[in-house]
């Protein structure tokens, strides 16, 4: 239901030299799935989400929502369009002296609703279905990180949108939060059927929640698979970073010791920079979606 077609993006750098951030991306996300886009820094992935929703306007390509083909539409359509498209952010971008009441209601103002009462009632639900109706007259600095993403996915929400874009929503919050925001995201997908993409350089968080995974390097899409694959002993990555998440993580060498011969070898594989900004895969408790994620940590989350 998402269709990218040869999108490709461009900027020009200090020098006036151009960068092709997203370069002949061909991409197709089916509805009601959970799209997991991962790659080095640098790699495109932000851009790429951002095309999905002309946040950042492709600089050729089409991008289709369903039957509609959102780089063709006038100012007047895309503003309704992008009402479809719910987004939230690594920084989750609230509005610091609005209230989360305030926060939620401020996308269905945008998106047009007049009636205040209709207003306070979708925040209402919005803040009911991430459970955090007890902060309503909080504003952002008086919540936790964890907080603060499920006030962003409740204003996303709101206006009930088809797809939720999620550039890194879980790279600010420690292992428990995220496991948390996660099952937000797993619980909103499969009970309201909206499609998820999610960016992110997190393994586990992949390895958690996505259906389908695009691995991105230099602005292109190099390698997809199912999170399905995953499991099977055959698959076979040709990326290092798909051969990581077949691993049980990172092994590493030590002088004078013999290495193991499994997992992911950071030496072998010329990947120092990009690793540090990864974590080991310390949770091999991940349930396929729909089971509780991470069920050790569960309990004490919501
Ligand atoms: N507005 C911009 N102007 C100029 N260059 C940009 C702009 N946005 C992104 N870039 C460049 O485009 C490339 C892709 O950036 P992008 O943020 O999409 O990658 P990413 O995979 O999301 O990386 P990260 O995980 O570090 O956020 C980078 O070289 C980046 O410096």
């Given at each position: 239901m998402i269709s990218l077609r040869h999108v490709s993006t461009t900027f020009a750098d200090r020098n006036k030299k151009p960068i092709a951030a997203v370069d002949d991306v061909s991409l197709e996300i089916a509805a009601g799935s959970i799209q997991g886009i991962i790659g080095f820094s640098g790699a495109g992935k932000s851009t790429l989400l951002r095309n999905i929703n002309l946040l950042e306007r492709p600089t050729s390509g089409q991008v289709w929502?369903?039957?509609?083909?959102?780089?063709?539409?006038?100012?007047?359509?895309?503003?309704?369009?992008?009402?479809?498209?719910?987004?939230?952010?690594?920084?989750?971008?609230?509005?610091?002296?609005?209230?989360?009441?305030?926060?939620?209601?401020?996308?269905?103002?945008?998106?047009?609703?007049?009636?205040?009462?209709?207003?306070?009632?979708?925040?209402?639900?919005?803040?009911?279905?991430?459970?955090?109706?007890?902060?309503?007259?909080?504003?952002?600095?008086?919540?936790?990180g964890g907080q603060k993403q499920r006030v962003a996915i409740a204003r996303a929400l709101a206006t009930k949108p088809q797809v939720?874009?999620?550039?890194?929503?879980?790279?600010?919050?420690?292992?428990?939060?995220?496991?948390?925001?996660?099952?937000?995201?797993?619980?909103?997908?499969?009970?309201?059927?909206?499609?998820?993409?999610?960016?992110?350089?997190?393994?586990?968080?992949?390895?958690?929640?996505?259906?389908?995974?695009?691995?991105?390097?230099?602005?292109?899409?190099?390698?997809?698979?199912?999170?399905?694959?995953?499991?099977?002993?055959?698959?076979?990555?040709?990326?290092?970073?798909?051969?990581?998440?077949?691993?049980?993580?990172?092994?590493?060498?030590?002088?004078?010791q013999p290495g193991t011969g499994e997992g992911f070898d950071p030496a072998a594989e010329s990947f120092h920079d990009y690793d540090q900004k990864f974590e080991p895969a310390r949770h091999d408790t991940a349930e396929p979606r729909g089971h509780k994620i991470f069920a050790a940590v569960e309990g004490g989350l919501r």
């Open positions: 929502i369903g039957n509609t083909e959102i780089t063709e539409l006038n100012a007047e359509d895309l503003r309704q369009a992008r009402h479809q498209i719910g987004m939230i952010f690594q920084g989750f971008n609230l509005v610091n002296n609005l209230t989360v009441l305030q926060n939620v209601e401020l996308s269905l103002k945008f998106a047009g609703v007049k009636d205040r009462q209709d207003r306070r009632r979708r925040v209402a639900e919005a803040l009911e279905i991430v459970d955090i109706t007890d902060k309503t007259q909080n504003y952002p600095a008086q919540l936790s939720l874009l999620c550039d890194e929503p879980t790279s600010a919050l420690d292992p428990f939060t995220t496991a948390s925001v996660l099952q937000y995201l797993a619980d909103i997908n499969t009970e309201f059927g909206i499609t998820v993409v999610v960016v992110t350089h997190e393994m586990e968080v992949i390895k958690a929640l996505a259906d389908n995974i695009a691995v991105m390097e230099a602005g292109s899409v190099v390698e997809q698979f199912q999170a399905s694959d995953l499991r099977r002993a055959a698959f076979s990555p040709r990326t290092s970073i798909g051969r990581y998440l077949v691993s049980d993580g990172i092994s590493v060498r030590r002088a004078g």
